[in-house]
């Protein structure tokens, strides 16, 4: 019913960037809130950052003024852009979003790496 798909994981040198989008489509209504967390070997899953439907952003400490995420209703799309990328920020970026009247859903991840 409600598929959450990311792209543009790769591979980037330290102080790079990378921009992440996730699109979610199937039968929605609309879309409280998305965000991105991730999760490294060996490491907890944690919290990226998360946007309202209104705009109103969260992050977590570790991303940080490095880190900005957006979203377009109209796309049901949110995206990361990801600046001065540290090798400590490799890790699988996975989406999630909570689709009103169904509950939340994830998306698959994407591949970050960032090399030294």
């Known amino acids: 019913q409600v598929q959450l798909v990311e792209s543009g994981g790769g591979l980037v040198q330290a102080g790079g960037s990378l921009r992440l989008s996730c699109a979610a489509s199937?039968?929605?209504?609309?879309?409280?809130?998305m965000g991105w967390y991730r999760q490294a070997p060996g490491k907890q899953r944690e919290l990226v950052a998360t946007?309202?439907?209104?705009?109103?952003?969260n992050y977590g400490e570790s991303v940080k003024g490095r880190f900005t995420i957006s979203r377009d209703n109209a796309k049901n799309t949110v995206y990361l852009q990801m600046n001065s990328l540290k090798p400590e920020d490799t890790a699988v970026y996975s989406c999630?979003?909570?689709?009103?009247?169904?509950?939340?859903?994830w998306g698959r991840g994407t591949q970050v790496t960032v090399s030294s």
């Open positions: 946007i309202t439907s209104g705009g109103r952003t």
């Open positions: 199937g039968s929605i209504v609309s879309i409280g809130v």
């Open positions: 999630n979003a909570f689709i009103a009247l169904r509950g939340g859903y």
